[in-house]
């Protein structure tokens, strides 16, 4: 199944979710013989030449409608610019789309449940991000204010930093800070001593990109002066308390610029927004109750518990997504208060309901008590900002009403591939066995690798040198002794002992890594580079713990998968004779020679279908 609607041959292929998995399954299928033949299919052309599309019931397709349509889908690739090729496929995938999706409303009478949650979902996320665009006012970074800010971020600094286990030590220290102990004392007496945060006692230059957002301001913004502690600030990776070393002014590249233009923006709707937001709470009474939150926490452990019980493998069928709060919900806690605004107060059957509602899939599921009560709190807010929406009217405007037509045809198709196109496809063993043995390369396990480093500093190349003469021709286990003794001794070395298995062709979780990756690919198990590079980050020396070349897959874990590939192919073709003879019975034409590229102006004015 692809997911890409432009992918003809030598053009670049775009990912989308506007049409919805079906629709996406049926781009993949579409007939040559029904829309890419070179003159038009059914009755005779008595239409205008800006007509591509026409049925015989009187439905049309315009290419300022075709370009409307392109445009919301590449909101960054505009039709105008698009070659014949790429509007041709669009044209094709486009016709296919609005057929199949009349069949699927014709065939099913009513959505199941999943699909009509789907919807809900996908309308409520929409709400919230209005709700958000509200409480900006319409807020736009001016260029003007680009360039103001960039030039005050324009610099780079070299910082200690102290992240003490919670803001009761944070305090503790930060006053003994200001009683004249010394820094580094400070952060060997109260600092969290994780492998990352020993190692990056010193955190090198960094500019404003390489901090949590939450320090930007303090270091960056507020004028500020090299010797400066900067006091316990909550940020997204602990409470900080950080001293500033040194500071210089430099030319950000192309790259540096483009983060710290996103750092400039966060900075300029994050007063406005939580600004509005508070003064959106007070004004409704919102607030919650969490001293009854471990009620439903509790809950929660029994659907997980359930759920691992009920569901043994990962990509097994779910089965408990039709159990409703009254399962969860001991009776005597049904009525405690969870929230509260406009004077309404929801309970915790109240809470349940709605979750269950939209997102039953997704419960809270934290690792401890405090991240899942996080989690719900983040929940009714969610919740509360969705009635808040539709309180102001949101879900009347036309741009709702367009999102909900949309997403309402995404569930009709994948509904219809789930309940009708799929029902009665058979692969045979015998059948799975063929497409295993004809396409081996298919089948395989990808190229992983696992490795080690020793990350020095921009500028500490002989620091690097030194170590990789030092210890030269030792055995692994000497090795990573020598490398994790300098990096506990010295803050501005990094070590890190094995990376775990990294699956070459998936994307990198951590993009630090990424230049590091580029060298294991070369690496074989056991191998040791020299001093390398690593681009402005400073230096490094690889060790490949392990590397597993690709391989056959066994047949036990092959033959499900070859057998998923020819039921889809099988439903391909299933959908592919639905949609030819629903375009006969509907007399439809398709026109691809009157194909042109319009004017940007008329192009960028095609804003919606006719």
Known sequence: MRDDLLSAEGTPARSTNLLGRGAAWCCAIVTASLLMVSGPVGCGDDTGPNVLAKSKDGWELTERDLAARFNEVYPDYPYETASLDERKLFLRNVVNNDVLVEVAKSEIPELAWPASRRIRVETEEFLVNQMFQELMGGKKVSDEDLAKVRAQLGKEMRLHRIVPTNEEVAQICYEALLDGMPFDEAYQQYGLHTDEIRTNFDTGWVTADKVPFEMVTELFLSGRQPGDIIPPTRTTKGVWIVQIMDERDIELDPKQTRRVDTVIRFLCYGDSVEASRDRLSADSGFDTFPQNFPVINQCFNAYWDSMSKEQPRANANVYMSWKSPA???????????????????GTAYDFMEELNATNTLNWPSGSDRESRSNEIRMRVRQYFLRKEAERRGIDKRPEYQRFV??????????????????????????????????????????????????????????KAESFAERTKGMNYFDWKNEARDLSEQDSTVVYRRDTGMIELEMPLRNEFLAPLVEIAKGLETGDLTDVLPIDDEGFAIVRCNYRRHTKPYPKEVGLPMAEARVREQKVDEKIGAILEDAMKRRGIEVFPERLTVLSPADAKSASSPS
């Open 327 to 345: 399962w969860l919900l001991p009776p005597e806690a049904r009525d405690l208060p969870i929230y509260t605004f406009y004077g309404d107060t």
């Open 405 to 462: 037509e949309k997403s309402t045809d995404e569930a009709y198709l994948d509904d219809y591939f789930d309940r009708v196109a799929s029902k009665g496809v058979v692969v045979t063993p015998d059948e799975a066995l063929a497409e295993l043995e004809a396409r081996p390369e298919v089948y395989r396990s990808g190229e992983r690798v696992a490795f080690g480093y020793v990350a020095f500093a921009p500028g500490d190349r002989e």
